[in-house]
Nanobody
């Protein structure tokens, strides 16, 4: 059984930064792709950024140049560094992991609020 546990959300002013972290726990597993999704009130669930186990990254257009995703394959962690935050970045952020078998996992979500 794989569990994803997020940390690092909170309240920040526009233009500020936050760092989200996610740790995968369990044994005998490898997660091929890890990433972050978000959902704002009244909006669809959307991909924010993903990173493969070979380091290939993918970003939503809205966060390119502001957010950076990274992972540690040994520790099974993924981090999202968010800079130049905007009010429209306000959402619940979910950690996500996908195995080669097609099974995926989700964290419980962490709230990010960007407001003055």
């Amino acid at each position: 059984q794989v569990q994803l546990v997020e940390s690092g959300g909170g309240l920040v002013q526009p233009g500020g930064s936050l760092r989200l972290s996610c740790a995968a726990s369990g044994s005998g597993f490898h997660i091929n792709i890890m990433g972050w999704f978000r959902q704002a009130p009244g909006k669809q669930h959307e991909m924010v950024a993903t990173v493969s186990d070979d380091g290939t990254t993918n970003y939503a257009y809205s966060v390119k140049g502001r957010f950076t995703i990274s992972r540690d394959n040994v520790k099974n962690t993924v981090t999202l560094q968010m800079n130049s935050l905007k009010p429209e970045d306000t959402a619940v952020y979910y950690c996500w992991g996908l195995r080669s078998s097609g099974v995926d996992y989700w964290g419980q979500g962490t709230q990010v609020t960007v407001s003055s």
